[in-house]
């Protein structure tokens, strides 16, 4: 049952596949009842090209009024890889558009339910975990050097504040989804102070949430843990590297990139997007897998309050792939992006209950 109620939306559609796979989204979000009024914005090489700017200042401030909005990839500005904002007389120098994006709409929490699904491929059926990974610092806040012509160094940024405030809304969405545990991953053997105090914020922050258990794990033990024992993880709290590498990792053990949907939570600002990039390797040819930002855009719903929209996407998802019959290449099969479009939407017409989601 839909709220009635009717939701504005920025959408901006990204690049590569971003147009295919966005105009997907929209579809089913549509299919479902829920009454959304979308406002398109640019960003990315479009951006680029229209305003000559792949972050217009106008693209920032549309998103933080609106303060939901549904994103396709984008990708990394060509020559330098490096992206500059300006603020009034100073500039802010981000390493990629989209760490600019969520720095500067303020966003701190990188939240990335990954399943596995009976009808795809995978030798690890019991794959269900939420990576929630913390996006405003660690080695990604873009301060590196060179020290002379053969040598250069990161910083790896790590802060009590920022740690706590991850692990509290690891904690918060734990209870409130019912998951079973908690689990930080760190190398704080190594990297005793960074990554130490990571560790300690999350067992300060564990306290205060004794109905959720709470462990920890080395970030390699963790890879190992999750090709050998993935059901006893389950809620994966990183800082930002480790984060962004173990999602792919997971993508990839639960049957693809195309599978893994995402959310990025600040206190004001919230958008969905994938996790994966812009699949320049197949754009345009019509073949790339929807799923991923579909089932984005299934959290966007959970977001606005919409829980049962959502529920019934994520089982709409889970029955297309569980009959096997419009499967994309990645997955497999030979269908095409509109084909498991369509399929979802008229299964969306026959789900019912529930089949597990973030
Ligand atoms: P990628 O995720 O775009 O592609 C990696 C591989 O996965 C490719 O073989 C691609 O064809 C495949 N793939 C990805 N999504 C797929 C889908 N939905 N269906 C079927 N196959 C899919 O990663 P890559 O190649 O490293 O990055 C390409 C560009 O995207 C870069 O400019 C990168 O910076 C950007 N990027 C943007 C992200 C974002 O906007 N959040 C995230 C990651 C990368």
Same mark, same amino acid.
């Given at each position: 049952?839909?709220?009635?109620?009717?939701?504005e939306?920025?959408?901006?559609?990204?690049?590569?596949?971003?147009?295919? *796979?966005?105009?997907?989204?929209v579809?089913?979000?549509?299919?479902?009842?829920?009454?959304?009024?979308?406002?398109?914005?640019?960003?990315?090489?479009?951006?680029?090209?229209?305003?000559?700017?792949?972050? +217009?200042?106008?693209?920032?401030?549309?998103?933080?009024?609106?303060?939901?909005?549904?994103?396709?990839?984008?990708?990394?500005?060509?020559?330098?890889?490096?992206?500059?904002?300006?603020?009034?007389?100073?500039?802010?120098?981000?390493?990629?558009?989209?760490?600019?994006?969520?720095?500067?709409l303020?966003?701190?929490?990188?939240?990335?339910?990954?399943?596995?699904?009976?009808?795809?491929?995978? +030798?690890?059926? @019991?794959?269900?975990?939420?990576?929630?990974?913390?996006?405003?610092?660690?080695?990604?806040?873009?301060?590196?050097?060179?020290?002379?012509?053969?040598?250069?160094?990161?910083?790896?940024?790590?802060?009590?504040?920022?740690?706590?405030?991850?692990?509290?809304?690891?904690?918060?969405?734990?209870?409130?989804?019912?998951?079973?545990?908690? /689990?930080?991953?760190?190398?704080?053997?190594?990297?005793?102070?960074? %990554?130490?105090?990571?560790?300690?914020?999350?067992?300060?922050? #564990?306290? #205060?949430?004794?109905?959720? $258990?709470?462990d %920890?794990?080395? &970030?390699?033990?963790?890879?190992?843990?999750?090709?050998?024992?993935?059901d /006893?993880?389950?809620?994966?709290v990183? $800082?930002?590297?480790?984060?962004d590498?173990?999602?792919?990792?997971?993508?990839?053990?639960a049957?693809?990139?195309?599978?893994?949907?995402?959310?990025?939570?600040?206190?004001?600002?919230?958008?969905?997007?994938a996790?994966?990039?812009?699949?320049?390797?197949?754009v345009?040819?019509?073949i790339?897998?929807?799923?991923?930002? &579909?089932l @984005?855009?299934?959290?966007?719903?959970?977001?606005?309050?919409?829980?049962?929209?959502?529920?019934? &996407?994520?089982?709409?998802?889970?029955?297309?792939?569980?009959?096997?019959?419009?499967?994309? $290449? %990645?997955?497999?099969?030979?269908?095409? /992006?509109?084909?498991v479009?369509?399929? *979802?939407?008229?299964a969306?017409?026959?789900?019912?209950g529930v089949?597990?989601?973030a």
């Open positions: 049952m839909n709220s009635g109620r009717e939701y939306v920025a959408l901006i559609l990204g690049d590569g596949i971003g147009p295919e *796979i966005s105009g997907a989204a579809a089913v979000l549509e299919a479902t009842g829920v009454s959304i009024r979308w406002r398109e914005f640019a960003a990315g090489e479009a951006a680029r090209q229209c305003h000559g700017h792949p972050l +217009p200042a106008a693209t920032l401030a549309a998103v933080r009024t609106i303060g939901v909005a549904l994103k396709g990839p984008l990708l990394a500005p060509k020559q330098t890889g490096r992206l500059v904002v300006r603020h009034g007389d100073a500039d802010v120098t981000y390493p990629s558009v989209n760490n600019a994006l969520r720095r500067e303020e966003v701190f929490a990188n939240v990335r339910p990954i399943r596995s699904f009976p009808g795809v491929p995978t +030798p690890f059926p @019991s794959l269900d975990v939420v990576i929630v990974r913390e996006v405003t610092e660690d080695t990604y806040i873009g301060w590196e050097e060179m020290k002379g012509p053969d040598e250069a160094w990161a910083i790896k940024r790590i802060t009590r504040q920022a740690s706590e405030r991850i692990f509290r809304f690891a904690f918060e969405y734990a209870r409130a989804r019912g998951r079973r545990k908690v /689990t930080a991953g760190h190398k704080a053997n190594v990297l005793n102070l960074t %990554d130490g105090l990571f560790l300690a914020s999350g067992r300060d922050v #564990a306290v #205060a949430f004794p109905e959720v $258990p709470f %920890d794990c080395m &970030i390699d033990a963790l890879c190992l843990r999750l090709v050998k024992q993935p /006893t993880l389950d809620v994966l990183l $800082p930002n590297q480790y984060g590498i173990l999602t792919d990792l997971c993508a990839g053990i049957g693809s990139l195309g599978l893994a949907p995402g959310a990025n939570i600040g206190a004001r600002v919230a958008f969905f997007e996790s994966h990039g812009a699949a320049p390797d197949i345009g040819q019509g790339a897998n929807p799923i991923a930002l &579909i @984005s855009g299934a959290m966007l719903l959970g977001h606005l309050g919409e829980a049962a929209a959502e529920r019934r &996407i994520w089982e709409a998802v889970a029955r297309v792939l569980r009959e096997g019959r419009h499967l994309t $290449p %990645d997955l497999g099969g030979h269908a095409r /992006t509109t084909d479009t369509r399929a *979802i939407i008229a969306l017409g026959r789900a019912e089949t597990g989601s």
